[in-house]
């Protein structure tokens, strides 16, 4: 593991560029981060998933790429389980905070929760 410590965006439904409080979040921390997306086996193959779906995903990324490029930023997307995904991640970064619109809720809810317990929680929340 390198001693590189970041901040993770994790990107799942809310695909906006404007009022999205983890990316407000990360950029304030005054740490590096990387914004990801995850198109995760497990969740295409649900019934309620359809192609049509994926590329409304697709297309928001592509989108969100170019507003983001002005700010020298990006989506990066990955192909896997989350599990899989945060273990190659961890490889290269010390992954310091995951961010994400759910986690937010966690926290307002039960403000005494940890940071682990929130990575925990983070990861079984994409298994679901």
């Known amino acids: 593991m390198s001693s590189k410590s970041v901040n993770i965006v994790w990107l799942k439904r809310d695909l906006r560029s404007q009022d999205h409080a983890p990316l ?22 649900y019934p309620d998933t359809s192609p049509r779906h994926l ?5 928001s990324i592509v989108a969100l790429n170019k507003l983001l490029s002005e700010f020298n930023r990006r ?30 809720i966690v926290k307002r809810e039960t403000p005494s929760i940890s940071e682990t317990e929130m990575f925990r929680l983070s990861i079984l929340m994409c298994l679901r």
């Open 24 to 45: 407000l979040k990360a950029e304030c921390a005054g740490i590096p981060y990387r914004i990801i997306y995850l198109f995760e086996p497990s969740r295409i193959e």
């Open 75 to 104: 989506v990066e997307v990955f192909y896997g389980e989350a599990m899989e995904v945060f273990n190659y991640l961890n490889e290269d970064y010390n992954i310091n905070s995951v961010l994400d619109i759910l986690i937010n």
């Open 55 to 59: 590329q409304f995903v697709y297309h």
